[in-house]
């Protein structure tokens, strides 16, 4: 129904264009019939074009032409959203004539997994989002550019760091152990999304600039083509391309932006903490300074970053390109953090042999430089004593002992030089020889400033593709995608030997941490496509099979040694003399150093194929098979057979819909899949028996000799694929022309043979925890979007989006044997302690509920510390008391968008919401009690947060229940004002001018700095700045 | 076409030259030794990588799950002899004798041992006699790994020793059970301590003569764990085996050990030098072999408050972790150690009464272990102590003799002469020597503690003397009361993991818990 509403519309455009021209009567008429090559419908409005004139025609309602033409003539048949192709005529001849869709993604369309399909088409659940509706201002992350818009799909970034990666689940995970991240798909090749050492986010590759659109493919008929990667939803990104018979255009934009800090955490002043001090701890106000610091303002600031993108697009004489250079400089608003990304991007797409040949050559360089502060200093900021100055007056004198004269042990008569520490203030050992407390915190800013931490990365990614028609068969395409990924990173990480904490007296200190990765990741597709239309039966058959390739490599190469001054004895004295830094390779020292070299790799090999049936243009079914085969998993269980099924009924097709005006669209979908799962997050060679030898500082001693030791590995030698199985049903909708439209999604998603990491029966494997298939999890949830044009009119336009999420999420078995008592597998480690867990995974609760005990509350509503209720009434409390409570994901899950255009201005706005998340409060829990201003390793002091005078607990009390908190919220991720100056002077440039807020307010009672951590526990988060933007976007 | 080829490339192994598979890893000779070094640094080292990194176990921080650590936490903290101030997890109710069957750090212990089971299962059924003779092993290489396997023989009865001592009943596996998904048999703790003493007495001749390499498990080393499995036969089996006991301490005494003349030494960096007491240590190494348990954690966690000066102990800080209750303190003579020698008491600004366990000042502290030499310096790192632990020496061997001899099965001038012996040491000369009347159980049970307190043997001493639990014998904050109160006797042993309980359908966990 929209391609008719289109077609129509086309149609009266090209009459007026058309309209008026002539048949010339001396020459003969070709006529004939256009239709759609994939399902053999007529295209009314198709446009016939004589070769090498403007004379020319279009069809009419039922696709049919005729023109006039002499002889030897050629003529060129285009239709928007069809390859264009031209044919030799001679007058007086029928010429019936199927386009072609063109692969790339255009509107009405959407990529789906090897190929595009008709969006009326899909018969799984599908969302295409392109550039228009992109989340707007500083993003660096793609995405953040889908952030809130897909029903069903979260975006959690980790933080406010520049360039910070982020989580993204689709429908809830259907993982324990194993990956719950999507499967990335740029261009047709599919990515590994493994972490690249030194980059924040391995996503920011990809230039967001380069991006013309996301498909989110989220039920497993849809995804079930990607077999075992898919098990958690597919992103397909395509980048923009330059467009056949387009005229060159130039694009720059141009983006400046502010970051702001928001809330600071609330910890005692100066002045309060000296009271505290005094009231709790009067034999240590000795240890009190006199300044007034506040460690948070002393670490963060407002960040400038600006971006900037040029573009260039054309066909030069039949060969359409796109160039782009990126490039991105951004401040974190924590001091010394910067990230510098330049991009490259050239995407080739000539077509060769009359349109039979199509070529796409994408290359995306990306080169990031990164500096990372040391994100210790946001925790250090909340503990460390307000009282203390940034820089102290007076110089420290630790003594040092070294070997100086390199026999293996310390030299102690001779002193080396005193340290300053850099200046900064440090907490001392309280004996008279200014040793650095080594358990102190330390002084935020020194971290900040001693620690250099640097990284370069520098990746392409890059593809050639090859589609052809047969020239005998034009119904049959062969497709070849040959793609590699190859990354290259290289960092170092120095901590001088003067910093307090990196002090060794014996040993010379200091820390120098030289990092390299290597990854190669190869793919090879070929698929054969044939789609054919049976007119007599008013069938359409679209049948792919193919083959897949995928070779991962990677290797992680790093050395650690100490990084310090080597001095020189003066001989007066055995005072040092000159010293020089970074001794590596002097054989004093090389017990220091320890080098390793990890490569490894995996392949995945797949045999997969598509059957599409299309019954009068109404009925729709798909069947798709991947067989997968993964080098991770013993030959009897490395291949994996992943089926789906869909059907797909357009209602309002039928010809007894045909008089329901006010409905422009109505499908109702079905579908049923099973994807796998192997990303497996433990190695590469989990089924191998295999034995591992020690790296240097793990030996052992067997008289008098130290042996590197070897150990057998824990194993599993009958690991298999995780199974998960989706069910879905679906319904799209469109109302009047579709002013609103939208879809409706319910599913229900069954794992088995979860890849699990738990405990394994004692002594029947080589560790005591093992990767293994056990247990099984479940996920069902709706889904709910739609978007509506309130105005449509030529003055103003109004937009509004709308998308909701409801996902409940229970894990249905986890161990062999299905005993109650079993209390599950604990997780989520909190800061505070060491070991402590806040979480579990238990059967008939959902994955990472928060496990704790019930508060008992005294008469003055405050927690009464260490009482707990006593849920299984046998007197005491134990460990058997504690319970589940409440979960970190939320149960519904909220988008909202919307944009106006009114003459040249345009506002718009994106938000979320999430409701029934839970978070723990482990900021609070951590550094909320009195104890935590005493610290008995030095002694030193420490801060303590505000918050304690909501409970005026002495010691922490980690896993009470008061600390897990309601962390429901509305946040607005961005809100932009812009402005459209178009061609000004009289020039053909456009120019426009934005504004965009980013993060601009969050509403929620949550009392910590922000409520949307993805692992429910609030500790130390980077915080996420508010972004004032400046957008300039020149067009030509 | 190429398809075939590529489905091949699904067959890999490891790149990397650190891991091997096992089809490969004995075509290097060297793997033998290799992989008996890991049977070994099992006990010193937490992983493969040090101090922490690539860890052994899961489940628990590597530093907690440290096999020493453990074995310390489990033999120490129960008692008299120490408490912990930290805020991790239930660490808190050792001291208070209020575990559970959830708590992560008998689960560390637990899982700790049964690795070494499997991993000792693994080497044993690797160098069975027709493996050996199918990669062509002969000669004098295959005597030696004979050696080897008998000495992987031992370190399983070691660790099944432990889980005899701590868990009573658990589940036993062999190198007859293959790894793979299956459910373990349940053995009984009488059953275990058959199959544990008929390991040992098989093995006795089997491996080299006492006193000739160090840090590998000797006949002696076999005859002390026997000694130490029949003193406390009584509580696992309900027969005692004090006579037997006598037998191989005696063999120990024959073998030509002698106590060293300094007491402080043995616990010192360079403990594993000149050290004629010493008869099986765990070995640990600044530069080679680094942990976050073992002896850095001992000596690192005594180190706290605003008078102990590190450097004075060799480390370059404290952890603020444990002291010890009044309970140890009052066993001696004084508490500063002019007297009995082996009151290493830090007590400068320390309460000697526990008001707070928290507070690192609430308890002395104790400088019995050190990362000094006793030529002066630290040892090789200021972080990882070169300290060994000693499993077994010397002085605890005249104990159990003279325990025997008490319990009327050796001979009493012999025992009175071993104690006397220690004594001297202690006090300098003879004055804190006994004559035979005052050899009691009683007095031996302190004795054991000023002699070997924190060398984890507390527990289990405490258990055969029937004073860990019940009302018989309090001390500060057993029972989380300050005075100490009466606990149940069910904290005799330790829960079953309730993790294994779930994963095990043969496991049936121990009374009252």
């Known amino acids: 129904m929209v391609k008719h509403l289109k077609s129509k519309l086309i149609l009266l455009l090209a009459m007026m264009c058309f309209g008026t021209v002539t048949v010339f009567a001396q020459t003969g008429e070709v006529t004939g019939t256009v239709t759609d090559a994939s399902d053999g419908t007529t295209l009314p409005g198709a446009t016939i074009v004589v070769k090498g004139t403007v004379r020319g025609t279009v069809t009419d309602i039922d696709g049919n032409y005729g023109i006039s033409v002499g002889p030897n003539t050629t003529l060129v048949f285009s239709f928007i959203g069809y390859e264009p192709q031209e044919i030799p005529v001679q007058p007086g001849s029928t010429v019936n004539i199927a386009l072609q869709m063109q692969s790339t993604a255009l509107e009405g369309f959407v990529v789906i997994g090897y190929g595009v399909q008709k969006k009326e088409d899909a018969t799984g659940s599908v969302t295409a989002i392109d550039e228009k509706l992109f989340n707007k201002g500083a993003i660096v992350s793609p995405t953040q550019l889908i952030s809130g818009k897909v029903a069903g799909v979260q975006v959690i970034s980790g933080g406010g760091a520049p360039g910070e990666g982020a989580t993204v689940r689709i429908r809830g995970g259907s993982s324990l152990s194993a990956s719950n991240d999507p499967l990335y798909v740029i261009d047709g090749v599919p990515i590994d999304n493994d972490g690249i050492s030194g980059m924040r986010n391995p996503l920011n590759t990809i230039n967001p600039a380069d991006i013309e659109t996301f498909t989110v493919l989220k039920d497993a008929s849809a995804t079930a083509i990607y077999g075992s990667r898919a098990s958690n939803g597919v992103i397909i990104i395509t980048t923009k391309k330059g467009k056949k018979g387009a005229p060159m255009s130039f694009n720059y934009t141009g983006k400046f932006s502010l970051s702001t800090p928001g809330k600071k955490i609330d910890v005692l002043s100066a002045d309060e903490f000296r009271s505290a001090v005094t009231e709790r701890y009067p034999d240590y106000v000795g240890l009190l300074g006199d300044a007034n610091t506040d460690w948070q303002d002393e670490i963060y600031q407002n960040a400038f970053g600006m971006d900037h993108n040029v573009s260039i697009a054309g066909d030069a004489q039949g060969l359409p390109y796109r160039l782009s250079i990126g490039f991105t400089d951004e401040d974190g608003i924590l001091k010394t953090d910067n990230m510098k990304r330049t991009t490259v991007g050239v995407a080739l797409s000539p077509t060769l042999f009359d349109d039979h040949l199509k070529i796409n050559l994408n290359v995306n360089y990306v080169n990031i430089k990164n500096e990372f502060a040391d994100r210790g200093a946001i925790g250090s900021a909340i503990q460390y004593d307000p009282t203390k100055p940034i820089k102290n007056d007076s110089i420290y004198n630790p003594l040092y002992l070294d070997d100086i004269d390199g026999n293996g042990e310390a030299d102690n008569t001779v002193l080396m030089p005193p340290t300053d520490f850099g200046g900064y203030y440090a907490w001392v050992q309280n004996n008279g020889t200014d040793v650095p407390v080594e358990q102190g915190s330390s002084n935020p800013v020194a971290l900040l400033n001693m620690r250099d931490d640097q990284s370069t990365v520098n990746r392409v990614l890059t593809n050639f593709q090859l589609d052809y028609k047969f020239h005998f068969l034009p119904e049959l395409r062969a497709n070849l995608n040959l793609g590699l990924d190859h990354s290259h990173s290289k960092g170092d990480v120095i901590v001088p030997d003067y910093a307090p904490w990196a002090y060794d007296a014996l040993n010379g200190g200091g820390s120098y941490n030289s990092y390299t990765q290597t990854k190669d990741n190869e793919l090879l597709d070929f698929y054969l496509n044939y789609v054919k239309y049976v007119d007599k039966i008013e069938s359409r058959f679209d049948v792919m099979v193919g083959y897949s390739w995928q070779h991962f490599y990677r290797s992680n190469n790093s050395i650690n040694g100490n990084y310090s001054r080597q001095f020189t004895i003066d001989s007066v004295a055995g005072r040092p003399g000159v010293y020089q830094k970074n001794f590596f390779g002097d054989p004093t020292r090389t017990h220091n150093i320890d080098t390793t070299i990890r490569p490894t790799e995996s392949y995945l090999v797949s045999f997969f194929g598509r059957f599409n049936y299309t019954l009068k243009d109404r009925y729709l079914l798909t069947f798709t098979l991947r067989d997968d085969g993964t080098s991770r998993f013993s030959p009897e269980t490395r291949w994996g057979l992943f089926p789906a099924a869909a059907f797909a009924w357009k209602l309002n097709d039928e010809p007894w819909m045909q008089n329901v005006d006010v409905l422009s669209q109505l499908k109702i979908r079905a579908g049923w899949g099973v994807t796998g799962q192997q990303n497996i997050n433990q190695g590469d060679y989990p089924y191998l028996p295999r034995y591992t030898t020690s790296n240097v500082f793990a030996r052992y001693q067997l008289g008098n000799m130290f042996y590197y030791t070897m150990r057998p590995e824990g194993y599993d030698a009958n690991i298999k694929w995780e199974e998960t199985t989706t069910i879905n049903f679906g319904l799209d909708f469109g109302f009047a022309e579709d002013r609103v439209y939208g879809s409706i999604d319910v599913y229900q998603r069954k794992t088995k043979d979860l890849i699990n990491y738990i405990p394994v029966p004692a002594g029947t494997n080589l560790s005591n925890f093992i990767l293994t298939n056990i247990g099984d999890l479940e996920n069902k949830g709706a889904e709910f979007a739609i978007t509506a044009r309130p105005l449509n009119s030529t003055k103003v336009f109004w937009e509004i989006g709308f998308n909701a999420t409801y996902n409940e999420n229970k894990i249905t078995k986890l161990t062999a044997t299905d005993d109650p008592d079993y209390p599950g597998v604990a997780t989520g480690g909190i800061s505070g302690g060491v070991g402590n867990t806040v979480q579990m995974h238990s059967v008939g609760h959902p994955a990472n509920s928060y496990f704790v005990y019930e508060q008992v509350y005294g008469t003055d509503g405050l927690p009464i510390e260490g009482l707990y209720v006593d849920r299984n009434n046998d007197g005491e409390i134990t460990d058997t008391d504690r319970y589940h409570y409440k979960k970190p994901a939320a149960d519904f899950y909220f988008g909202i968008n919307s944009s106006v255009a009114w003459k040249n201005w345009d506002f718009s706005f994106s938000g979320r919401a999430n409701f029934g998340n839970y978070v723990y409060d482990n900021l609070n829990s951590e550094n909320g009690v009195y104890e935590r201003l005493y610290r008995p390793e030095g002694p030193y002091l420490g801060n303590i947060t505000a918050a304690v005078t909501n409970t005026e607990f002495v010691t922490p009390q980690y896993l009470s229940d008061y600390y897990i908190q309601d962390a429901s919220f509305f946040k607005m991720d961005a809100m932009t004002l812009s402005y459209l100056f178009p061609a000004i002077g009289g020039s053909n440039v456009d120019l426009r001018l934005s504004g965009t807020v980013n993060n601009a307010f969050t509403i929620t009672n949550y009392d910590g700095i922000d409520p949307e951590i993805s692992n429910g526990i609030d500790n130390r988060i980077y915080p996420r700045p508010r972004v004032y933007v400046l957008g300039v976007s020149l067009q030509f | ?513």
């Not at chain 2, 997890?89 to 008998?106: L, N, P």
């Not at chain 2, 007859?176 to 058959?194: E, Y």
């Not at chain 2, 003569?209 to 309900?238: F, H, I, M």
């Open chain 2, 1 to 513: 076409m190429i398809i075939t080829s590529c489905v091949k490339d699904l067959d890999t192994i490891p790149l990397d030259k650190d891991v091997t598979t096992a089809a490969t890893v004995f075509d290097d000779p060297e793997a033998y030794i290799q992989i008996l070094a890991k049977l070994y640094a099992g006990h010193a080292v937490s992983g493969q990588e040090g101090p922490a990194g690539n860890g052994d176990i899961s489940g628990i921080d590597e530093g907690f799950g440290q096999y020493l650590r453990a074995w310390w936490y489990h033999q120490e903290l129960p008692t008299d002899e120490a408490v912990i101030g930290w805020n991790d997890q239930t660490i808190k109710d050792f001291h208070y004798q209020s575990w559970g069957a959830s708590d992560v750090f008998v689960a560390a212990m637990y899982y700790r041992i049964f690795y070494q089971i499997s991993a000792c299962n693994e080497y044993i059924r690797e160098t069975a006699d027709d493996k050996l003779s199918d990669r062509g092993v002969t000669g004098d290489f295959l005597a030696q790994v004979k050696t080897y396997r008998n000495e992987a023989r031992f370190l399983r009865a070691l660790s099944y020793f432990h889980a005899m001592d701590l868990f009573a009943n658990v589940p036993f596996v062999t190198e007859a059970d293959a790894v793979g998904a299956f459910f373990p048999n349940q053995i009984q703790r009488a059953d275990l301590f058959t199959y544990v003493e008929s390991e040992l007495k098989d093995i006795e001749t089997l491996l080299i003569a006492p006193r000739t390499e160090y840090a590998r498990a000797d006949q002696a080393t076999v005859w002390s764990l026997l000694a130490k499995v029949y003193l406390n036969a009584e509580v696992y089996t309900g027969t005692a085996k004090y006579g037997e006991c006598a037998t191989y301490c005696q063999k120990v005494i024959d073998a030509g050990y002698s106590l060293h003349p300094n007491y402080a030494y043995l616990f010192m960096a360079d403990n594993n030098l000149n050290n004629p007491e010493q008869i099986f240590s765990v070995a640990f190494d600044g530069n080679a072999t680094q942990t976050y348990g073992g002896t850095n954690f001992i000596i690192h966690a005594a180190i706290g408050g605003d008078k102990m000066i590190p450097s004075n102990y060799g480390v370059g800080g404290g952890w603020g972790g444990t002291r010890t209750t009044s309970a140890l303190v009052d066993k001696f003579p004084d508490e500063t150690g002019d007297i009995d020698g082996r009151a290493m008491f830090f007590t400068e600004d320390q309460n000697k009464e526990i008001v707070d366990i928290g507070v690192f000042t609430d308890g002395y502290a104790i400088t019995k272990w050190k990362n000094v030499k006793s030529t002066g310096g630290a040892g090789a790192s200021l972080d990882y102590p070169d300290t060994d632990f000693p499993y077994f020496r010397l002085a605890d061997v005249y104990l159990m003799y003279a325990e025997a001899a008490v319990q009327g099965t050796a001979d009493m001038g012999m025992a009175v002469n071993y104690v006397n012996m220690l004594r001297e040491r202690a006090y300098g000369d003879a004055s804190g020597n006994i004559s035979a009347g005052d050899l009691d159980l009683n007095f031996i049970l302190d004795e054991r503690a000023r002699e070997l307190y924190w060398e984890c043997t507390r527990r289990t001493d405490l258990v055969r003397h029937g004073k860990l639990t019940g009302g018989d014998y309090v001390w500060p904050w057993k029972g989380n009361v300050a005075d100490g109160a009466s606990t149940d006797s069910k904290f005799n042993i330790f829960p079953i993991p309730a993790s294994d309980v779930g994963a095990n359908p043969n496991l049936l966990q121990n009374n009252g818990y």
